[in-house]
Nanobody
Framework: QVQLVESGGALVQAGDSLRLSCVAS?????????LGWFRQTPGKEREFVTA??????YYTDSVKGRFTISRDNVKNTVYLQMNNLKPEDTAVYYC????????????????????WGQGTQVTVSS
């Protein structure tokens, strides 16, 4: 069992930067778990944002070049650095974990992830 707790959400202006953190309750070592971030707005499905699978990083097109996922295995923490934020980035951001995956694009689907945090709100004003 892995418990995830996000933090760092805030109200910011367009163009600002923000870093989200997600602390795991147990070791999510790079060779055990993939870690990811999803986001959700009211009335919409949870959307894939980024994932870190061992040393491989995946990003949805809308955040490429602006968002960066990283992890600190000593602190059992995964980060989401978000730069040049846009109003369309407004959402509740969720941290997720699953066993390392080897192929395919199943990681894009929220239903394929095993563990979830409670979410943290990011609001970007124009």
């Amino acid at each position: 069992q892995v418990q995830l707790v996000e933090s760092g959400g805030a109200l910011v202006q367009a163009g600002d930067s923000l870093r989200l953190s997600c602390v795991a309750s147990r070791r999510t070592r790079g060779y055990d778990y993939a870690l990811g971030w999803f986001r959700q707005t009211p009335g919409k499905e949870r959307e894939f944002v980024t994932a870190l699978n061992s040393n491989d990083r995946y990003y949805t097109d809308s955040v490429k070049g602006r968002f960066t996922i990283s992890r600190d295995n000593v602190k059992n923490t995964v980060y989401l650095q978000m730069n040049n934020l846009k109003p369309e980035d407004t959402a509740v951001y969720y941290c997720a974990a699953k066993p390392l995956f080897t192929s395919g694009d199943d990681y894009l689907r929220a239903t394929s992830w095993f563990y979830w945090g409670q979410g943290t709100q990011v609001t970007v004003s124009s």
